[in-house]
């Protein structure tokens, strides 16, 4: 290796891309889904919202509660993931989810049996940090048909070095135009939504799977270097997405196809997000602040299926 460091990602990177994941199958119900929808802020604000009570509850004329398409961010937890891999050594308290993309390909289900199937879709020596990005393909167990992906961008802080040679080492299986750059435009945003988060939003939303303690043991968070605990940047990615669908699409969930986020900056729970959208044709690119610190904490932006007819 280019480094005797005991950080050092791996071994051999060859072997970690070329890694077998066993697959996983795991089952969700709505309560699964209104769960979720309750940690990312749904009707926190107003319980009875005409755009959001449709994922919480189902009245007269809808059979079941709709599903939010971030919805399927939750299902890499209910892999292997990196924890499995033989041949990866890293430091938990160290890493950093960088950025997320999430394709949707068809409605999803309220109630579903998922079958996972994952791999390491690149893998980058930055010299003091490397990056994996692992991708998650989820199938319909009982039709096989393929139903979502995302795609997890993981900093590991300390842990480059690894290549053999004076080149670094870098691997990708994608074309790396398919997830393109975001570029927040200078003008006027179409639309400013601002949102609150509890102060038990962590805890409320590692229910459905992440429960990394950074986000509920004050201990951890210390030794990580924040006051107190943060809260889980899917967490934020989701107040986004969510800004975006009532501001958009009238607050239907099925509207989005595609979903990037960037995260910049961590967020405490209890503290308040605004986030502001532009619409370019059929996609809303989005910044997300917090208001009592003034920061940008989140970027990226949302494909929609079709153009919204109005605001």
Known sequence: MGSSSDSALCTDPDLLVSHRFPQTVFTYNERD???????????????????????VYHGDGQHHVKVLPTFVTIFPFHSEGIKGMPDLQFDPSLMLHGQQYIEIYKTLPTNSRIQNKQ?????????KAAIIELETSSYEQESGEVLCMNRSTLYFRGAGGFSKSSQPYSYSNYPQSQVSAVRIPKSKPAAI???????NQALLYRLSGDHNPLHSDPMVAEIAGFDRPILHGLCSLGFAVRAVIKSFCNGEP?????VFGRFLLHVYPGETLITEMWLDGSRVTYLTKVKERGRAVLNGYVALRHIPSSL
């Open 33 to 55: 889904v209104v769960l979720y929808a309750l940690g990312i802020g749904a009707c926190g604000g107003d319980a009875v919202d005409d755009k959001e009570l449709k994922y």
């Open 119 to 127: 791999a390491i879709a690149g893998l980058h020596d930055k010299g």
């Open 193 to 199: 939504y601002e949102d609150y988060t509890k102060q």
């Open 254 to 258: 099925s509207s989005v196809k595609a």
